[in-house]
């Protein structure tokens, strides 16, 4: 089975769409979110117009605040800081990887923490390792709800996930914990890897190397969830950190690059805003 997360995205935006259509009459107006790309970094570029592209769809209102890459971290910080106090911005999102003379972390603590629709900040970080309400990371939260589509049970599973960064191995590897699964991360100095891996029912991989993970390392059956966004040397195409075509007839369900995780993580993007916003007109 091969979980589209294009379908499963479709069906969701409109779901949020006919919710988001009641807003003005609930709420006087409908959830807006501010995204900031600074540069021209082709694949921020992209990844922003997907996001607009997405609200337009669920009908969140967006703005793009574009900056040249030669923005000085405190004009940055003192946009975040006008948009933290602007009543009317329920999302705020500064659009990775920003130029190396700006210091990403801080530039993610000084969005407010009820704003940080990424679900980035350390508060919310925090609150997810303490099992507090908060905003899931959009990717992670992606994953959790493809699995759940797909009806894969998730308690009880021995599940994999190869890769430890903040914004997707380790917040898929809490969730998965806390949906009672037995979780072990893996990262460069894994020794084994692939005896490690063929234990696992669910396996989430989020390297960024094409076709890393190889039909031998996957076990009959198995959940294969791929993060990877990578470019094929060979072909120039998208392509997974899984060799799709070799372990799609073992696993049980699979997911494809593109057209799996990426869209769903858009998806909760807007979820994550409308969450945002709901929070804010309710307090
Ligand atoms: P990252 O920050 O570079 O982290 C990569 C992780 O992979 C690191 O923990 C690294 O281990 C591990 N790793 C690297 N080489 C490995 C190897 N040979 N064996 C085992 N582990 C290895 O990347 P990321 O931001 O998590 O993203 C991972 C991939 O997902 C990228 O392709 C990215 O484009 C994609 N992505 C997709 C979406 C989406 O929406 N579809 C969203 C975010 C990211 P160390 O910690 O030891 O270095």
Redesign the pocket.
């Known amino acids: 089975m091969v979980i589209s997360g294009k379908e499963l995205s479709a069906e969701l935006k409109a779901r949020m769409a006919a919710q988001v259509a009641t807003f003005p009459k609930r709420y006087g107006r409908v959830p807006h979110l501010v995204v900031i790309l600074v540069g021209e970094d082709p694949a921020s570029q992209s990844y922003v117009k997907g996001k607009a592209k997405a609200c337009e769809v669920v009908g969140i209102r967006n703005t793009t605040l574009l900056r040249p890459a030669s923005i000085t971290q405190e004009e940055l910080l003192g946009m975040i800081d006008q948009l933290n106090r602007d009543e009317g911005v329920d999302g705020i999102l500064v659009q990775l990887p920003l130029p190396e003379h700006i210091d990403e972390n801080r530039i993610i603590a000084a969005i407010a923490r009820e704003k940080d629709v990424d679900g980035f900040h350390p508060l919310n970080v925090a609150a997810l390792w303490m099992k507090q309400p908060c905003t899931v990371a959009c ?1 992670p939260l ?1 994953i959790i709800r493809m699995l759940d589509k797909a009806g894969v049970e998730i308690a009880g599973k021995r599940a994999v996930v ?4 903040q ?3 380790l917040p898929t590897a809490k969730l998965l914990l806390d949906r009672n699964a037995t979780v072990t991360i ?5 020794s084994n ?1 692939a005896e490690i891996t063929r234990q696992a029912d669910i396996l989430v991989v ?4 094409p076709r ?1 993970v190889t039909e031998d390392m996957v076990s009959p059956g198995a959940v294969v969830i791929d ?4 470019r094929d040397p060979d072909t120039g195409k998208l392509c997974g ?1 899984v060799d799709f075509e070799a372990i799609a007839p073992k696993a049980a369900v699979i997911t494809p690059v593109p057209g799996g ?2 869209p769903m ?1 858009i998806t909760c993007l807007m979820e994550n805003t409308i969450s945002c916003f709901i929070a804010r007109m309710t307090r």
Not at 162 to 165: E, L, V
Not at 227 to 230: A, I, P
């Open positions: 990717t992606g190869i890769g430890r960064s914004i997707v191995g893996c990262h460069s100095k894994t890897l989020a390297i960024g190397r890393f993060v990877g966004v990578n950190d995780v990426g993580t």
